[in-house]
């Protein structure tokens, strides 16, 4: 169809930078020609190979054609859940990472301050985020705020955890938009547990 190649399979999609129309045209459910046409009139915009007329189109490129015209996305996607745990203490992002990465259901970043989980939320999108309340440089409301603003993070749920908050600190970080509180010391397994149970995941899926 139209000369192109088509040669990688839904399986790579998660992990793949550059596309073929051909493979464009398979995530998005729609024929190789509409393809085609969208990146010839610039609705969708890529790269011609040198010294041929094929097309390629990068990830983010397509992934932003998608949303603009209300394609889901879910095909481009690892099929695990993103997780990202913002915390200080290195010993409990040790631990949770180490869990999360074994249950082989959740895909893992982690920030120990405010302005690293900002870039962070922009970059991998977390499905989950597990907040401290208190960091070195803001505090959770802060960070719940930022998260609620974002459109397209509207389904993001916050896990917020901390030892030292009072009642009324928990009320105002409802209202920042925390999905549930979890007081610290916690249980790995619960939290792991309440991720799952937030993010819509089958506690049958869990591996191991």
């Keep these: 169809m139209g000369g192109?190649?088509?040669?990688?399979?839904?399986?790579?999609?998660?992990?793949?930078?550059?596309?073929?129309?051909?493979?464009?045209?398979?995530?998005?459910?729609?024929?190789?020609q509409t393809i085609i046409r969208c990146f010839d009139s610039g609705r969708l915009t890529g790269f011609r190979v040198p010294g041929s007329k094929f097309r390629r189109i990068p990830r983010e490129e397509l992934i932003r054609f998608m949303r603009e015209n209300d394609i889901p996305t879910s095909a481009l996607e690892s099929?695990?859940?993103?997780?990202?745990?913002?915390?200080?203490?290195?010993?409990?992002?040790?631990?949770?990472?180490?869990?999360?990465?074994?249950?082989?259901?959740?895909?893992?970043?982690?920030?120990?301050?405010?302005?690293?989980?900002?870039?962070?939320?922009?970059?991998?999108k977390p499905n989950v985020v597990i907040l401290d309340y208190l960091l070195p440089d803001i505090n959770g409301n802060i960070v719940c705020r930022r998260i609620r603003e974002r459109d397209d993070m509207a389904g993001t749920k916050i896990i917020c955890v901390s030892g030292v908050v009072r009642d009324e600190e928990i009320k105002g970080l409802m209202r920042s938009g925390m999905d549930e509180f979890i007081k610290k010391p916690f249980d790995v397994d619960f939290l792991i547990l309440r991720i799952a149970t937030l993010a819509g995941l089958a506690a049958a899926t869990r591996a191991g």
């Design 79 to 124: 099929g695990r859940t993103r997780v990202l745990i913002v915390e200080d203490d290195p010993e409990i992002i040790d631990i949770l990472t180490e869990v999360l990465d074994r249950d082989g259901r959740f895909e893992v970043r982690a920030a120990n301050n405010g302005y690293d989980a900002g870039l962070l939320t922009e970059s991998f």
């Design 4 to 32: 192109e190649e088509n040669n990688s399979s839904p399986a790579n999609w998660a992990s793949k930078k550059i596309f073929t129309t051909g493979e464009a045209a398979e995530v998005c459910k729609v024929s190789q």
